[in-house]
């Protein structure tokens, strides 16, 4: 599942025409670089939902061939945020667990793709979701304070108010389908069933491996694509 439905506001004035998954870095549209990850791992369907310039979005995804069998989740109606985008979507996701991408992600593969990173790590027994996480040191044009801590068995606590946490959220995940079970109705956001999850220990990290770039705003366009061209 690609989330690309958001109205990318913090792109701006990129966006003001051009749907965020557009806005090219290094000579490609942003969505087209996660979509390009997914074929090379071997993706067999690819949902992906749009709301904001879905026309132009749409049309896009359509034009080319992909590796892989493409849906769109149409969220023209209504913006569902991220929780709700993934319950609409959730007849149209036949694996469990299965991967949830933003489509703003721009990375660098290690040794092994992420993909395969989560893949490992995943423990159905005691996972309702693992998201792969960042350190300071890889996370290319970020200078927040960081999402989460991790423990030693890798569950996921959040940052405190007023301090400094070690991992930043790539915009990648595992998901398993108990973690939509009884969602709230209508738009909201993943957080919530993230917490839920985390009351009852079941939302776990892992750290990836490669290196992350935060492409939210215009100014982190050159630096990224400066790394993509040296890489």
């Known amino acids: 599942m690609v989330m690309?439905?958001?109205?990318?506001k913090r792109m701006r004035p990129l966006t003001v025409t051009t749907p965020k998954p557009l806005v090219r870095v290094a000579g490609k549209p942003l969505v087209d670089h996660v979509l390009d990850h997914l074929g090379e791992a071997g993706m067999r369907r690819v949902i992906v939902n749009v709301h904001y310039l879905a026309d132009a979005l749409e049309a896009h995804l359509r034009a080319r061939e992909w590796p892989f069998e493409l849906m769109i989740s149409d969220e023209r109606d209504l913006l569902l945020e991220t929780g709700g985008g993934l319950v609409k979507a959730l007849p149209m996701i036949e694996e469990d667990p299965?991967?949830?991408l933003n489509s703003d992600n721009i990375w660098l593969e290690s040794a092994r793709s992420c993909f395969d990173e989560l893949r490992a790590a995943w423990d159905d027994?005691?996972?309702?979701?693992?998201?792969?996480?960042?350190?300071?040191s890889r996370a290319n044009n970020y200078s927040g304070v960081g999402d989460f801590h991790l423990d030693q068995m890798g569950r996921i606590r959040r940052?405190?108010?007023?301090?400094?946490?070690?991992?930043?959220?790539?915009?990648?995940?595992?998901l398993s389908r108990r973690l939509l079970v009884d969602p709230p109705s209508g738009a909201f956001s993943t957080n919530i069933l993230w917490n839920r999850a985390m009351e009852q220990g079941r939302l776990f990290g892992i750290s990836h491996m490669g290196?992350?770039?935060?492409v939210g705003t215009p100014s982190a366009i050159p630096p990224t694509a400066e790394a993509l061209l040296n890489a």
């Open 4 to 8: 690309a439905a958001g109205l990318g």
């Open 98 to 100: 299965f991967f949830c």
């Open 125 to 136: 027994s005691q996972m309702d979701a693992l998201l792969l996480v960042v350190p300071h």
């Open 159 to 174: 940052r405190k108010p007023g301090y400094v946490a070690p991992y930043i959220y790539t915009g990648i995940q595992l």
């Open 211 to 214: 290196q992350w770039f935060d």
